[in-house]
Structure formats: C-alpha cells, structure tokens
C-alpha cells in the first residue's frame, strides 16, 4: 500500500510531498504549487501535515471517565484558557493517558474550511490531518526542534507539541527541557539558520541535521511521523469520493442504465401495444354487437347496453345459467340410451337449444317428461333417423 505524505508551509503556502511504501521506504518526492498536481499520483491514502501557528494544543487534566464525558466536558475546561471564544475553534481530543491528561487539538474554524475546501474535490481524500509538530512521535527525555526560517516547532517527548515564531521557541528552549525532563535534542534547521548558536538557549549539546528544503525535511523525519489526533473530524470528515467511485463504476452503471432503458422501453411498447390492442377488440365488440342488435341507440357506453341487456334476460331470472347446464346433464346421464350431441343458447330467445340422441322415439318422449316436470317448457324440433338412431332438436326454455 503506498501512502502519500505531504507537509503544507503556510509561510510559503507550498506542499511539499514523498510517497513511501508500509515500511516507510521513500519511492518518490517533490514540491507544488496546488493541491491537484497530488490527484496525478499512484497512492492509496494521503495524510496531511501543516505547519501553522494557528495549529496549537493544550494538554488538560481530567477525572477517569469515558471518551463521551470527556469530550463533553472539554468546553467546560478549556474557556478560561484560550484568547478567543471556543465556537471558533475546531477542536479534537486524544484519549486519556496514564497520568490523566488529554491532548486537545485546536484549530480555528476558518482555518479548516480553507483546508476544506482545497482538498473536498481531491482525486485521493485526505484521509488524516494534523499539526506537523502533534505528529512527530518520540519518547520521553527527547526533544525535537525543527526551524524554518522565522517559524519553529518544538516537541517534548509525548508531552507536549508547540509551533511559534523562532524567537519564542528559544526563548523556552531551556525551561521546557528541564521541565519535561529531556536530556536529547535533536534540531533540523534550513541553511540559513544552520549557525544559530544554541548554547545560548540550552545547556544541552544538540544533534544538528540541516535541510536544504521543506521535502528535504519530510524525509528526514518521515520516520518520526506517527500522527495521533486526526482533526479530520464531525463536519471536516472525509466523504465519499462521488466523481471517483463514478469514474471507477462507469462500466457496470452504463450496462445497468442501458438495461433499464431497454427494459422499460420493453414495458412501455407492450403498455402501448395492449392499449392499441385494447382499444381495436372494444371497437370490434361494439360493431358486432349492433350489427346484432341495430335497434340499440349507439350514444350509450357498449358496457351499459351490454348490463341492460343481461338484466333483460328474465327466463333463467329464477335459476342459474350453470344450474340449468347441471339439470340437463343430469337427464341426459340418467337415461342410458339417450347422449347429448351438442349445446347451444339463443340469448334473444332465452332457451337452450340441444342436438339428443336417442335410440327410439320413446327414450325422446321420456327426456321431454323429465324436463316438464322439472318446470322447464320444452319444444321438440326436426327429428330424423341416423342409422339406427334418432338425432332429434330439443328447445328448451324456464317456464
């Protein structure tokens, strides 16, 4: 996994960059202008790193309690301590150490939005942002001074971080040293302060490295960073990446958009297909039916003309269509001599009219009973003689 580690000079507004491997192995360096010449790099994650006096911490004592507590109770602690209202300030809190302190990180509100807003549409997101001084990571009884010109950061063991004007920092060179109990220090200085004169500042002697420039300082101290507060946080959280994860899904998105274009395409030409389809059988049940029944006025909906008429029908008013179907078959079933040729119904006339045949004339006569008694009036059409059966028409109707 290669990550991307860039250190941002606020004097010099300059990024400068090395991309290095999980060992921390430089694979590759420079310096720019703007933040989009770092989307042209190969990388899986970018880590920030500022160097700003705006960037400070204050480590605050608090009681043993949970993370939530805690954090809740920082405004609280922090007001008397800090020149400007805490609604400016973005702030995030490390977990409680071993000897009950905090580590709050501080940043000024406008600060971040600018932060925001140059690295929001960032081809790799930031994935963690913090001071360059709150990074560095070393044991207690080190100390780290690092000079840039009229700016300086110092870094007592784990203890506590600050970046100033360079004068300020020597000024507290030598309390902080005794008071954090630091018997190393280490100082990276540019060219132009390679001959500041320490002993002036600290009985200490210090190991000096200078650099030539801002990436020549990122790589000497790349193994030292190990950022523990990430004031990418709430409102400043790192987002999902749209324009990226379109670019990186633009295949499968155009494949499933063309195939929900042409499967509604499919959808709306049937909708349209039945509705045509629709329409032409309601035109051709309209022709048929006053070609049967020219009589009916043709202003009326085909469905009311087709209820009234259904209504009208009043000889099986009394006995269901299916009821009347059961009763003849019965009949028919229950005279082992006589079968049913074929059914059919005259809805103008309201009867059924059937096709029986039988082996005699007597089987017909008896069939007719059968139905007049059972209340049905019943009609005897053309009978004749097929082969040595009798193929007789039946009228059958509810008297």
């Not at 400043?236 to 295949?251: F, G, S, V």
């Not at 309201?350 to 096709?355: G, H, K, V």
Request: charged share 25%.
């Amino acid at each position: 996994m290669k990550k991307l580690f860039y250190l941002y000079n606020n004097i010099t507004n300059k990024f400068s960059w090395l991309i290095c491997n999980e060992k921390k192995e430089i694979v590759d360096t420079g310096e720019t202008n703007s933040m989009t010449h770092l989307d042209t790099k190969d990388v899986d994650k970018v880590f920030g790193l500022h160097l700003s006096i705006e960037l400070f911490s204050k480590m605050i004592e608090v009681p043993p309690a949970s993370e939530n507590q805690i954090t809740k109770s920082i405004p609280f602690l922090l007001e008397d301590k800090l020149l400007r209202p805490l609604e400016d300030y973005h702030f995030i809190t490390s977990k409680r150490n071993e000897k009950g302190y905090v580590q709050v990180s501080l940043a000024p509100k406008s600060f971040m939005n600018d932060v925001d807003d140059s690295i929001r549409d960032s081809e790799h997101p930031v994935v963690a942002l913090s001071s360059v001084d709150s990074a560095i990571d070393i044991e207690d009884g080190q100390c780290v001074l690092s000079i840039f010109d009229d700016v300086s950061f110092i870094v007592f063991g784990s203890r506590w971080h600050w970046c100033a004007d360079t004068q300020t920092i020597l000024s507290f060179l030598e309390k902080g040293m005794q008071e954090y109990e630091c018997q190393q220090l280490r100082v990276f200085t540019n060219r132009k302060n390679k001959e500041v004169d320490l002993s002036s500042y600290t009985n200490v002697k210090p190991i000096i490295e200078t650099f030539t420039s801002d990436t020549d300082f990122l790589t000497k101290i790349i193994k030292l960073i190990s950022p523990k507060v990430n004031l990418l946080s709430g409102k400043y959280a790192p987002r999902i990446q749209i324009k990226k994860l379109l670019n990186l899904w633009r295949y499968p998105i155009l494949t499933f958009s063309l195939v929900l274009f042409l499967y509604f395409s499919q959808l709306g030409f049937t909708i349209i297909q039945n509705y045509v389809t629709s329409n032409r059988i309601l035109d051709e049940s309209s022709r048929l039916y006053f070609e049967t029944f020219p009589e009916e006025p043709k202003n009326i909906d085909l469905s009311t003309l087709l209820n009234k008429k259904l209504r009208s029908v009043s000889s099986f008013s009394s006995e269901p269509f299916l009821q009347t179907l059961a009763n003849v078959s019965k009949v028919v079933a229950d005279n082992e001599r006589t079968s049913l040729f074929s059914i059919s119904y005259d809805i103008s006339k309201a009867q059924f009219i059937m096709e029986v045949q039988c082996q005699q004339y007597d089987d017909l006569e008896a069939i007719q009973e059968r139905f007049s008694s059972g209340g049905y009036q019943v009609e005897v059409g053309v009978s004749k003689k097929v082969g040595e059966s009798v193929l007789s028409e039946i009228y059958l109707s509810k008297s």
